[in-house]
């Protein structure tokens, strides 16, 4: 089997696969695809009706016979196209209604004769423009094996454009079937479980499975109208330098139009654009860039109206009427809304600057752009992983924080540690200071109870020192990786015993001394005042002093009379306060109750007191004498300590020290100078902050801490571990969880990206691919063949636009020329028009496509306008083609591809249909497309000719 043989047999394969069709070897009504050899080995024909091309194939494998081939070949074409071109005279049978044929050679070359044929065909394009009247193409072949296997790839013949009718031929409702991967993914999602070998990860797929599949559609709404929308006329009115334009959009004889409009630049095609795309979509790009910019204060859609459509020369409304209605009424309210009105439009529309941008935008936003869509299931299954991801680490994290663990730590009994120390802290917090500075003011104030209280400071710092509890947790985590839960909690309750020990000692301490802190309690005012006139006498200036006379033995007498009385009634309101503290927590606590039941009969005594009018009354009475009583005494107090302050400040002025001994002693004796006499006393208070040092220690004495004593150690210990244990199984699911999230999503994505990258081409890839080669001439001279690249960056697909191998890819901006690059935007133009754009606006418009091709791409260009509008005529899809272009001559390709006619803009100040525009008709209509000669044999029925 030869090389072309190879080639015939993938070509009846693809026509049967993607179009349904049938290559037959003449022509008939039911046939569109005719396949000749014309008795040649090396020869063959393929004459397909809906594109309107007549395709040459010629296989070469003898290099020194490639030069005469090709150029045989080449002179053969170039009388073949000539053939082709409009006629007069025509019989019906030999005429083609649906328009002129084009030719395209291809050459099936061994890999021995490439470099002879590019010599040739470089030599032949220099010595005439042959590229400009038919396009050519080349397969090289090693042999007809690995011919096989590179036609198989879907690159080697794009001019058929096999996936792009095979798109352009389904209806709106297939459409989301044919771009989305959805029965990939589903089978992905179906054997999914078994990729993971830990059973908690497998648990999740499965789950996420269930709600994914629960919550998923197979297909996604793309929102398309019934019809897609068909204007008949754009009329334009005082827009910029247009007085007045109608933009035809229709034509009465067919539902496939083309209007090609010429203007040198400056006479308004860009204008006419923008009406026709605020027309369409209610926007326009330049509007959008306008309403963004930041050097315009407060840029509104009126605004644009106003200042920029409207002509500098007049204050005229400018106006884009459709049937009558002006568009330019309901304009986008912001940025947002005039972006989001031309996305829609995507695929009807593409301005100068579109086609280069689609290979300049970043990989993100270009896969935002082409890929949704591609499978509603994927990207619920992705966001699901995403979304529980990102739950998993915020509940993490969260869990983290409650319990002050650094997000560095990983080790298990680092973790454990941590929530030990947690939840001993919070039920169990460490002794406040206070404890420690209370026993040791027990020791310096009340010796009789200082060696106690140092003993228990000791116990208490044994039993709460941070360095004990650190021990605990050390000895709880070994305990709990040996499994040995019990332990554990012995352990934490062994702690806490002791800890509860010495709180047990301290609280019968405090009731041991708490006679003692009650008389110091009761007499601070009176200590603080005689401890500072007793430092002040300590300190007077001697040198100044009066003499030191000593009082008379009357006064001393006076003294200690005064003193006697004195401590007499202090003994006395202090048996007043204790009564009196007694009867308040009777009526606060059971008098009331006791009271229900026996009204008249005491409790302590029971005697009976029905006469004073029972116990309630008897308590109360008794109370309010207490508080006469206790008040009297307080008076009685007050005055004799009055007359003694007064003796005391007359002893101070004779010299003498304004306490008498007696009463130093007694100072001594109460603030724990016991042994070594007042004399200590006095020296201690020759220090300046002496007296405060000592209130100090009397005021932490008489104001001692809570001491939280635990009723059941073993609730208590049973309850603090319960809380560790419950805690540090959670933390280690929680610690877990992100990480087996995230192994999902690592093979979710993998495997969905991979689904892309094999769905691509078969898809959106194949249609753009196929339509930019058709455009590109002499596409044996690229560096590679673009291709369209799936990457997934955290949960969010990128597409970039490649050129080279796995090992060397490049992005194709940075490779190839700014023509070919264009080409690659328009392509995806129209990939976009057939898989979206139609079911819209049965309209394609393009201003000044051409400005970066030469004549060859443009001629190429045109070659497939040509047969983009032949092919909706066959298949019975309504299309306006719009084409703005600023060369002459271009225009006029232009529109012989098309309906042979032309509007061109005059070069004028003002742009009015009646003075400066002018419609061009190229050929009279008794001109007509002719059938290729071999398609009008004589065996050939009039019938058979392409309605």
Not at 598 to 618: F, K, M, Q, R, W
Request: proline share 4%.
């Amino acid at each position: 089997m030869n090389a072309l043989e190879v080639f015939e047999k993938w070509l009846r394969s693809e026509y049967l696969e993607k179009l349904d069709v049938q290559l037959n070897d003449h022509l008939s009504p039911k046939s569109s695809a005719v396949w000749m050899r014309n008795g040649s080995d090396t020869h063959a024909s393929l004459f397909d009706v809906d594109l309107g091309i007549w395709f040459k194939f010629v296989e070469l494998i003898e290099p020194e016979k490639v030069s005469s081939r090709v150029q045989e070949s080449i002179q053969a074409s170039l009388a073949d196209a000539a053939q082709l071109l409009w006629k007069t005279g025509l019989p019906g049978e030999s005429q083609d209604r649906s328009g002129a044929w084009t030719l395209t050679l291809i050459f099936l070359i061994h890999s021995s004769c490439r470099l002879d044929w590019e010599k040739s065909i470089q030599t032949l394009r220099a010595e005439s423009g042959f590229t400009e009247e038919f396009s050519i193409d080349v397969i090289v072949f090693n042999d007809p094996i690995s011919l096989s296997t590179q036609l198989q790839s879907g690159t080697a013949m794009p001019q058929l454009l096999l996936s792009s009718r095979k798109l352009l031929l389904l209806p709106a409702q297939n459409i989301d079937s044919w771009l989305s991967a959805d029965a990939e993914v589903k089978k992905l999602l179906d054997d999914l479980p078994n990729r993971f070998s830990n059973s908690q990860e497998r648990k999740l797929v499965e789950g996420m499975i269930e709600q994914v599949l629960k919550d998923s559609s197979s297909t996604t709404d793309h929102g398309f109208p019934a019809a897609p929308l068909h204007l008949d006329s754009v009329k334009i009115t005082s827009l910029r330098n247009i007085s007045d334009f109608t933009l035809k959009l229709r034509s009465p004889d067919s539902d496939v139009f083309a209007h090609i409009i010429h203007g040198p630049n400056g006479t308004g095609k860009s204008s006419i654009f923008e009406a026709l795309s605020i027309a369409v979509a209610g926007s326009s790009r330049r509007m959008a860039d306008y309403l963004v910019d930041p050097d315009i204060y407060r840029p509104t859609s009126a605004a644009y109206v106003k200042n920029v459509l409207a002509p500098l020369a007049t204050n005229q409304n400018p106006q884009v009427e459709v049937s009558g209605s002006n568009v330019l009424s309901n304009m986008p309210v912001d940025a947002q809304e005039a972006d989001l009105r031309l996305i829609a439009s995507d695929g009807t529309l593409l301005a100068q600057e579109d086609a280069r941008n689609f290979v300049e935008t970043p990989g993100r936003n270009l896969g935002a752009r082409v890929l949704t869509g591609y499978s509603v299931l994927a990207q619920n299954v992705q966001s699901f992983c995403e979304r529980e991801y990102g739950l998993a680490n915020s509940k993490r994290q969260e869990w983290l924080r409650k319990f002050g663990i650094a997000a560095s730590v990983t080790r298990e009994e680092s973790r454990l540690t941590k929530l030990i120390e947690h939840f001993i802290g919070q039920y169990h917090p460490f002794g406040t200071q206070q404890l420690g500075f209370w026993l040791a003011a027990i020791q310096q104030r009340i010796p009789n109870y200082s060696v106690e209280a140092k003993s228990l400071a000791f116990d208490w710092s044994e039993a709460d020192a941070k360095s004990k509890r650190d021990d605990l947790a050390k000895i709880v985590v070994q305990l709990d990786r040996l499994g040995a839960n019990a332990e554990c909690e012995r352990a934490v309750f062994g702690w806490i015993q002791k800890r509860n020990k010495a709180l047990l000692e301290m609280t019968a301490l405090k009731t041991k001394i708490k006679k003692t802190c009650d008389d110091i309690t009761e007499q601070r005012p009176e200590l603080e005042e005689d401890l500072q006139k007793w430092q002040r006498w300590l300190f007077r200036d001697t040198s100044t002093a009066a003499g030191s006379d000593t009082p008379s033995q009357e006064a001393l007498s006076e003294e200690k009379n005064l003193n006697s009385q004195l401590q007499i009634t202090k003994d006395v309101g202090l048996s007043y306060s204790e009564q009196l503290q007694h009867l308040k927590q009777v009526q606060s606590t059971f008098l009331s109750s006791w009271a229900k039941d026996h009204p008249e009969l005491c409790p302590t005594c029971n005697a009976d007191h029905s006469l004073e009018g029972g116990i309630v009354s008897v308590v109360k009475k008794l109370s309010e004498d207490l508080e006469l009583r206790l008040g009297a005494a307080r008076k009685q107090y007050a005055e004799i300590l009055s007359k003694v302050r007064e003796l005391q400040k007359s002893h101070e002025q004779l010299g003498q020290c304004p306490l008498n001994e007696e009463r130093r002693s007694a100072i001594a004796h109460l603030l724990g100078f016991t042994d070594q006499g007042y004399e200590a006393l006095e020296s201690f208070l020759k220090q300046k902050d002496a007296v405060d040092i000592l209130l100090q220690s009397l005021d932490l004495l008489i104001s001692p801490p809570q001491l939280p004593l635990i009723d059941d150690t073993e609730v208590a210990a049973s309850r603090v571990w319960s809380e560790i244990e419950t805690e540090n199984a959670r933390g280690a699911a929680l610690w877990a969880l992100p990480d087996r999230w995230s192994n999902i999503r690592k093979v979710v994505d993998s495997e969905c990206l991979l689904i892309i990258q094999r769905h691509l081409p078969k898809t959106l890839q194949a249609v753009w691919a196929e339509i930019a080669m058709t455009i590109t001439p002499a596409r044996w001279n690229l560096a590679d063949q673009p291709r369209l690249i799936a990457e997934s960056k955290r949960g969010s697909e990128s597409l970039r636009i490649l050129v080279g191998d796995d090992k060397r890819q490049i992005g194709v901006q940075h490779i190839f020329n700014q023509a070919e690059n264009h080409i690659l935007g328009l392509a995806w133009f129209f990939t976009r028009y057939l898989s979206s754009g139609r079911f819209k606006h049965s309209l394609v418009a393009l201003d000044d496509p051409a400005q970066e091709m030469d004549q060859t791409t443009f001629r190429s260009f045109t070659r497939l306008i040509q047969t983009f509008c032949r092919l909706h005529e066959r298949y019975g899809r309504p299309l306006t083609l719009v084409l703005l272009l600023h060369q002459e001559d271009r225009a006029l390709d232009a529109a012989r591809a098309t309906n042979h006619q032309v509007t061109s803009l005059k070069w004028a100040r003002e742009i009015s249909s009646s003075a400066s525009v002018e419609h061009l008709i190229l050929i009279s209509p008794e001109f007509k497309a002719p059938l290729p000669k071999v398609l009008q044999s004589p065996k050939l029925n009039s019938q058979t000719a392409p309605a």
